[in-house]
């Protein structure tokens, strides 16, 4: 089993940039589909992005697209989320995940067996 802890929340001004990581320790993250989701007050958990074992491929839901990059480093053991030009609306808990990989690089909450502890991102406008 796998546990991840993330970092790098934060306050940050509307436009600004904020980097969260995750670093996995148990299992090797390079045997792990990895993907970070957000959750805002009151409001279901939404897929962020997702990047598959190595690296090769991601996936971004749309309202980040252009703005966030999700990368890996196995080696290191860690998952990356760089995040530009924020808006309030990013505001929300940041959860980094782990999963079975599949064919494709899944978007599903369900698809994703272990999740870190969160690291709160605010975004003031």
């Known amino acids: 089993q796998v546990q991840l802890v993330e970092s790098g929340g934060g306050l940050v001004q509307a436009g600004g940039s904020l980097r969260l990581s995750c670093v996995a320790s148990?299992?090797?993250?390079?045997?792990?589909?990895m993907a970070w989701f957000r959750q805002a007050p009151e409001k279901e958990r939404e897929f962020v992005a997702a990047v598959s074992t190595s690296g090769g491929s991601t996936r971004y839901a749309d309202s980040v697209k252009g703005r966030f990059t999700i990368s890996r480093d196995n080696a290191k053991n860690t998952v990356y989320l760089e995040m530009n030009s924020l808006k309030a609306e990013d505001t929300a808990v940041y959860y980094c995940a782990a999963g079975i990989p599949r064919r494709t690089v899944v978007v599903g909450t369900g698809d994703y067996p272990y999740w870190g502890q969160g690291t709160q991102v605010t975004v003031s406008s």
């Open positions: 148990g299992r090797t993250l390079s045997s792990y589909t």
